[in-house]
C-alpha cells in the first residue's frame, strides 16, 4: 500500500508522521515541492510485460504528460526478482540497488511512474527524511538537487515508466552522507504498520 513516513533526520527509529491516506500525502509532499498524483492503473501490465506492452498500454498517460510537462524521453525500468531467482540475476539486482542506495541528487527532476510493484524514495529535506512508498498507480516527481535515495528491496519487484527532459540530466552526484543506512530499508518499511 502507498505510504509516507517522515523522520526527523536525527530520529530514524521515531516517526512523526506516517500515512498511506492519498490527500494527506499529497499535501506533505506539494508543501515540500514534491509532485505525487495517483493516477489511473491499466489491468493489462503485471511483472510479465515487456517493456514495449509497458508503453503501449500507458500511451496515453505517456503522450499526455509528455506534452503537458515537455518530457522528451520516456523509458522503462524493471526488475522482478524472487528468492528462486538464479543467483546471477540476483546479484545483478543487489547491484542495481546498491548504485542509488546512498544519498544523491540530479541536475534533473527524477519523475517516476510506477505501473507495477513497489519502491521506496527518500527525500532529504531540511531536517526531515520523507519516505515515499510508492505502488501501482504512483507518480512522483522529485525536484533537480532534491537530495534523496531510492530503495528497491532486497527482491526488486517493479516496472517503473521513468519520463525525462534531456538525455543527459539524470547521473547521480553522491553527497557522500552515510544517512541512509540509518533509516529503515525497504524491506523494514513494507513489513511496519500503516496508521492511516
Ligand atoms: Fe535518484
Known sequence: MTMLTIWSETE???????????????DELAAVGITFDRLEVRDDVDASSSQEQVLDSYAALIERLCASQGYTLVDVAQLHLTPE??????ETATAARARFLNEHTHDEEEIRFFAHGSGVFYLHIGE???????????LLSVPALTTHWFDMGTLPDFTAIRFFRSDDGWVGSFT???????????????QAPSNA
Open 12 to 26: 530514524p527509529t521515531e516517526p512523526v508522521l506516517r500515512t498511506s491516506d492519498p490527500l494527506r500525502i499529497g
Open 176 to 190: 557522500g552522507s552515510d544517512i541512509a543506512s540509518r533509516f529503515p530499508t525497504f524491506d523494514e518499511l513494507t
Open 85 to 90: 531467482s538464479p543467483e546471477e540475476l540476483l
Open 128 to 138: 526531515r527524511v520523507l519516505a515515499m512508498l510508492c505502488t501501482k498507480g504512483d
